[in-house]
């Protein structure tokens, strides 16, 4: 299937950087017809300090708009079902999130990556604190 789907595929694969509270929008197109569209965010983050509560330290956020203005967060409907549902809130435990839809609304749609909670370097190429992610858009097109 994902070899099936390449031309419909949009990656960054860690070369985009974001910063504490920053934005990285990313613009694409549905088309008419599509059967499914799966986004996906995933990063690294720094080792928590032991006993910690959460043990994630960074929080980036999956963000994505229809071309009707719906909104789907990250993670948002999947532990009850197979796809994701409007509305609610950011995920802010997981380190992997993912929006999963069945006959998305065909037109431009946005995927925004947001830098929540950045306040522990986990890119460090970069004297900055910041963090690099890996999205993946399949079923659609730049």
Known sequence: DMYDRRGKMII????????NQQKNVY????????????????YKD????LPAQIHRINN?????TAPNGTVYFGNRGLL???????????????????V???LPTPGQWKAEVI???????????????DAVY?????????
Do not use: C, M, Q, Y
């Open 27 to 42: 613009d694409f197109k549905v088309e008419s017809g599509e059967t499914e569209l799966k986004v996906t965010l995933a």
């Open 115 to 129: 830098g929540a909670d950045i306040n522990t370097d986990a890119h460090r190429t970069t004297t900055d604190v």
């Open 12 to 19: 960054v694969n860690e070369t985009d950087v974001i910063k």
């Open 100 to 102: 999963i839809l069945k």
């Open 134 to 142: 890996a999205l993946v858009i399949n079923g659609a097109k730049k």
């Open 60 to 64: 980036l956020d999956l963000k994505l």
């Open 46 to 49: 720094p080792e928590a300090t």
């Open 80 to 98: 009850e079902g197979n796809f994701s549902t409007p509305g609610g809130s950011p995920d802010s435990l997981n380190t992997v999130e993912n």
